[in-house]
């Protein structure tokens, strides 16, 4: 080991970071401890690999990093929830409702 390499940062700048078992228990308590639950899949981008966004009967989301589209769909299939592209359907108005609301707030 190196004098300054507990120092460097663990991931290179330019290099994109992956989906962990992290991630993916996260959406799978996420999902177990609300009702109503859709999948956003939205696809990769420069900046991000591959995410999912969970949204709830009431609104509230979350977002975590996936394994690919396909990653996406088997996770929605082990859940039982409805999986969506996000970039042909959108999102739905209630999470826009949950997050304004949110704001309104000052949470």
């Not at 940062?9 to 993916?24: H, I, M, N, Y």
């Not at 639950?37 to 609104?59: C, I, K, N, Q």
Request: hydrophobic share 30%; with cysteine; net charge positive.
């Amino acid at each position: 080991m190196g004098l300054f390499d507990r120092f460097r940062r663990k991931s290179r700048p330019g290099v994109l970071r992956t989906a962990s078992s992290q991630d993916t228990g996260h959406l799978e308590q996420w999902a177990a401890t609300r009702r109503g639950v859709e999948a956003y899949v939205e696809p990769r981008t420069t900046v991000t690999e591959t995410t999912v966004v969970l949204v709830a009967h009431d609104g509230e989301w979350t977002r975590r990093r996936i394994d690919g589209t396909e990653g996406a769909r088997r996770l929605a299939k082990k859940l039982g929830i409805p999986c969506y592209d996000a970039g042909i359907v959108g999102y739905p108005k209630r999470m826009r409702e949950y997050t304004a609301r949110r704001k309104a707030n000052g949470s």
